[in-house]
């Protein structure tokens, strides 16, 4: 149980900001929206997220909660913390959740794209309800 990665459960709405600031945005063409066909006019703000991840010292936290995100859906989600996919990454463009996983699978295939395809959810890792601040002082103190 000691190799178990421990993730904050904001973790990911916070370096998804830009791309969510960027898909609200897009107009909605009707509740079913995948949003844009060409994924490419997200690559400026995953490049950003690689490096702010870089410099918090945290891609491999923000690899571990992406694939968790892709392996479980939002039934699990819900379950599991009481909240869904669009509202940890504070959606503000209400795009359903089979489209925010289609943008996250753009986002892991850009920053590891050695990487194949989320298959399911990788076993050591546990999200956890800590606010992203708190969870970030725990990593630091941590041995």
């Known amino acids: 149980m000691s190799d178990m990665r421990r993730v904050s459960l904001y973790l990911l709405g916070w370096y998804m900001t830009p791309i969510d600031w960027r898909l609200w945005r ?14 490419e006019i997200f690559r400026p703000d995953v490049e950003s ?32 913390f009481d909240v869904t996919l669009a509202e940890l990454i504070q959606n503000e463009s209400f795009r359903p959740e089979w489209a925010l996983k289609r943008i996250l699978a753009f986002v892991y295939r850009t920053l ?11 076993d050591d890792v546990e999200l956890v309800k800590v606010p992203l601040e708190e969870w970030r002082t725990l990593q630091v103190s941590r041995p």
């Not at 509740?31 to 844009?36: C, E, K, R, S």
């Not at 992406?66 to 379950?79: N, R, S, T, V």
């Not at 590891?112 to 990788?122: I, K, L, R, T």
């Open 26 to 39: 897009i107009p909605m063409k009707d509740a079913d929206d995948p949003g844009p066909d060409d994924m």
């Open 49 to 80: 997220m690689r490096a702010k991840a870089s410099e918090h010292n945290e891609l491999g936290d923000l690899r571990a909660a992406i694939e968790y995100h892709l392996g479980h859906d939002d039934e699990f989600l819900l379950a599991q």
């Open 112 to 122: 590891w794209p050695e990487a194949g395809p989320v298959e399911q959810a990788p």
